[in-house]
């Protein structure tokens, strides 16, 4: 095997390629972009070299920069990860060129599931099932609707390259498509800088299954079972397992063998994906994913393989460890991606600095993958996958349980995450009853995504009493640096002269405020709370971290605080709200509902809109392209363009006012 590898990717799947290339003692070189230069896989790795600036276009999906740098490192072989240049057939070619191992098939097993129109046509070639579609080349617009209207309606548009989701409109009716396809092409051409769409009957209610296939050198090749990815959003997978439940024992079968054959089509070697529809008894193949895929640890969990080290051996010459027979699934696995995102608000990314970072103690049964620290930045530059947490069990019932337990001891402050989505899928009686389809999220939506209701007491109680203790600190420093730290405007018990020993705080959630008075008695501190005033008593456990009693429960809380900002976290659930200053007022509020401003950090990729121009509510406004999805912004009422404070291309800060809007 070679002794040495570059890993030409970041965060979580750079540090997860680093530990077993450590284990089998290879030399670990990574690669970081200037957003990157104090990332966690840059401290793991042996060495690490700065191929430009923050921008993926301008770092990570530079092949030249990259292999230049390999060269430099005395680098033998090339890990490219997932996503980036993962897939991309050139940089495979260019690596071969230069005598680096490319860890992953041959280029022209690449290109050939690089195109899902060349794909399909190759695995109809190979007998593998399709769903029906158009898969042609031509692409004119009539030749595209004429297509669509013999296949029928709903359809599915699709991008030809690529995918995670992107570039895919589902078009209900006739009338709707010429703009599904228009969106479609442009997402498409953005993210992959291909246009070239197909189409494909929509299927409502399938389930998402994936057989892991691999392939060496020596014709020899193997499939290590299913996965099931149903539970997914905007078609982006949210939880997996292994081995997909409730599937039929000759559909299980049929499926890993038509796996293996699509394998062999192409020459493959190395890992790969590939992915199938399963609509009742029937399965349809729907793409090949020429990598590993990010969901590849629920497949090392029930069948007890390291499929980096087989990628690495592979690579490497070497035949495959195992034959198929040799191969046994044991147990369960789940897994669910933790994002950093807002559910309750559409799902929009949030970027901002890990202020508290908190995973359960690893242990038989439960693995971690992350590529992030406490302290680190989640930035509009890349995905905003935090981390992967991935329970095992004897059974399904015993992984979720163990899953949910984990997400539970996750705690995530500084960024919105999606962990409360998590466990409420998990929760879900469709989920527990294992009959989860591709459409469970978007059905099952609002109970999935519920407001959150009414600041608990709890929660109140534990912001008033960190507060009281982070001033009390402040108070006893200031005491010790003064000329006179015995001065009685020192003291942090309470003591007032002339006046009764409270405190006032007040807290706000969005438009809510709370009063909260704290009151120091010779029998020890009460709260006067929304619900009456109650005893309590405060210990702290770590710093920011605490015993609470309030009344008669006992609970714990961490409380941090960045600026007015304050975060909350008890029992897994996450709370934000606001100290107000009274020395510089409430916030401010935003000046009339027609001020539009960026959700979230992002490039300004359309204008639809002049100044002056009167629109309809809903109608858009412009198009924002963040954590590489394409969101639109629309009007929140009739009116007409009072002005208009940005322009395609450019970069805009979260809370940036974009579009102001007159009310008719």
């Known amino acids: 095997m070679f002794q040495s590898i570059l890993i030409a990717n970041r965060g979580e799947i750079a540090c997860r390629v680093i530990r077993t290339a450590r284990r089998l003692g290879l030399r670990c070189i990574a690669v970081y972009s200037e957003a990157d230069a104090d990332a966690a896989h840059v ?42 240049l993962s897939e991309n057939a050139d940089f495979a070619e260019a690596c071969s060129a230069a005598g680096i191992v490319f860890v ?15 794909a399909k046509a190759i695995m109809e070639g190979a007998g593998v099932p399709l769903v029906p579609g158009y898969h042609g080349d031509a692409q004119d617009v009539a030749i595209l609707k004429k297509e669509a209207d013999k296949l029928g309606f709903p359809l599915m548009v699709k991008a030809s390259a690529g995918g995670g989701g992107k570039g895919m409109r589902i078009v209900e009716d006739a009338g709707d498509f010429s703009a599904g396809l228009e969106a479609a092409q442009r997402e498409a051409m953005a993210a992959f800088g291909d246009d070239h769409v197909l189409l494909e009957r929509f299927l ?34 949210v939880i997996e397992e292994a081995p997909a439940p409730d599937l039929p024992a000759p559909v299980r079968k049929a499926m890993g063998e038509a796996a293996v054959a699509a394998a062999a089509a192409i020459d493959y070697r190395g890992a790969g994906t590939v992915e199938f529809l399963f609509d009742g008894e029937a399965f349809y193949f729907m793409e090949m994913n020429t990598r590993l895929q990010v969901e590849h640890p629920v497949t090392e969990m029930i069948t007890g393989v390291d499929l980096v080290e087989w990628q690495l051996r592979v690579a490497s010459g070497e035949p495959l460890p195992l034959a198929q027979d040799e191969l046994t699934v044991s147990g369960h696995a789940i897994e669910a991606r933790i994002y ?42 890349y995905d905003p996958m935090i981390a992967k947490v991935v329970a095992w069990g004897e059974d399904r019932e015993t992984a979720r349980r163990r899953l949910d337990r984990a997400l539970v001891q996750t705690e995530i402050a500084g960024v919105t995450s999606n962990v409360a989505f998590l466990r409420a899928i998990l929760g879900h009686a469709v ?61 942090t018990n309470g003591w007032r002269l002339n006046s009764e020993t409270h405190s006032d705080l007040t807290f706000l959630d969005g438009e809510d405020a709370f009063l909260i008075s704290l009151h120091f008695g010779p029998e020890g501190l009460s709260l006067a709370l929304p619900s009456g005033e109650q005893a309590v008593r405060i210990e702290e456990i770590a710093e920011d971290h605490y015993a609470i009693r309030l009344g008669q429960e006992s609970f714990r809380a961490r409380v941090l605080g960045d600026g007015e900002q304050r975060w909350v976290l008890i029992d897994g659930a996450v709370y934000v709200l606001a100290l107000q200053d009274l020395l510089h007022g409430a916030p401010a509020e935003a000046t009339g509902s027609g001020r539009i401003t960026a959700p979230m950090p992002g490039k300004v990729m359309a204008v639809l809109v002049g100044a002056g121009e009167e629109v309809a509510q809903g109608a858009p406004l412009l198009r924002l392209e963040a954590m590489k999805m394409e969101h639109t912004l629309t009007a929140p009422h009739d009116g007409r363009i009072e002005s208009l404070n940005c322009t395609a291309g450019e970069l805009v800060d979260e809370g940036s006012e974009l579009v102001v809007l007159a009310e008719a």
């Open 431 to 491: 989920f527990r009853r294992g009959a989860p389809d591709t459409g469970f999220i978007d059905q099952h939506r609002e109970s999935l995504v519920p407001e959150q209701g009414a600041v608990p007491d709890k929660v109140l109680a534990a912001l008033a009493l960190a507060e009281m203790r982070w001033r009390s600190r402040q108070a006893r420093l200031a005491a010790a640096g003064s000329g006179d730290p015995y001065s009685p405007w020192r003291l």
């Open 204 to 237: 409502p209610s399938p389930r998402h299954v994936e057989i892991q296939v691999f392939r060496d050198d020596h014709g020899r090749a193997v499939h290590l079972f299913e996965r099931d990815c149903s539970s997914q959003r905007r078609h982006q997978k």
């Open 104 to 118: 992953g098939p041959p280029a022209a097993a690449i290109r050939a599931m690089g195109s899902k129109s060349e």
């Open 340 to 381: 950093a995102e807002d559910p309750g608000n559409g799902f929009l990314p949030s970027t901002g600095r890990l202020l508290y970072l908190g995973f359960p103690a690893e242990e038989d049964g439960l693995r971690v993958d992350s590529g992030v620290r406490q302290g680190d930045a989640v930035t509009v530059y």
């Open 43 to 84: 401290e793991m790795a042996d060495s690490a070299f700065c191929i430009g600036a923050a921008p993926a276009s301008e770092s990570y999906l530079k092949g030249d920069v990259i292999l230049a740098a390999a060269k430099e490192a005395g680098a033998e072989a090339i890990h490219p990860g997932y996503g980036f």
